[in-house]
């Protein structure tokens, strides 16, 4: 689905035992153990500046130990999607005080 700019669509996924993840919706899925730290900030990226409407399952499968065969998928998704949905829980907490940090700059330097 489009919004803006920016297209919003899984990212992160169980399948076939094994955890994949894309970082464009044009892009093919491919294994998590391949994942790099540019894919790491992409995905968070996207998931950051989701829109309100939007829940982090439009993002990413929630983690099931049962659903993934690879051990090394296992943890690395567990870690990730940790981080991801706790990126997304205080996402708006993050962005209005980034909102708020700079009223107080935009009031002290530029109103003056």
């Known amino acids: 689905m489009k919004k803006g700019k920016w297209i919003y669509m ?5 399948e076939d035992n094994k955890v994949l993840y894309r970082i464009d919706n044009d892009k093919e ?8 730290k540019d894919d790491i900030l992409s995905i968070f990226k996207k998931v950051f500046l ?9 993002f990413a499968e929630e983690f099931n130990k ?6 090394a998928h296992k ?14 829980e205080n996402r708006i907490t993050i962005i209005s005080q ?8 935009e009031e002290k330097y530029i109103t003056k």
Do not use: H, P, Q, R
């Open 98 to 105: 980034i909102k708020n940090e700079f009223k107080d700059v």
């Open 75 to 88: 943890i690395i998704y567990e870690k990730l999607y940790g981080k991801v949905k706790e990126l997304w």
């Open 10 to 14: 899984m990212l992160l996924k169980i």
């Open 29 to 36: 899925f491919k294994n998590i153990d391949e994942i790099t």
């Open 66 to 71: 049962e659903l993934i065969g690879n051990d």
């Open 50 to 58: 989701a829109k309100d409407e939007d829940k982090l399952s439009d």
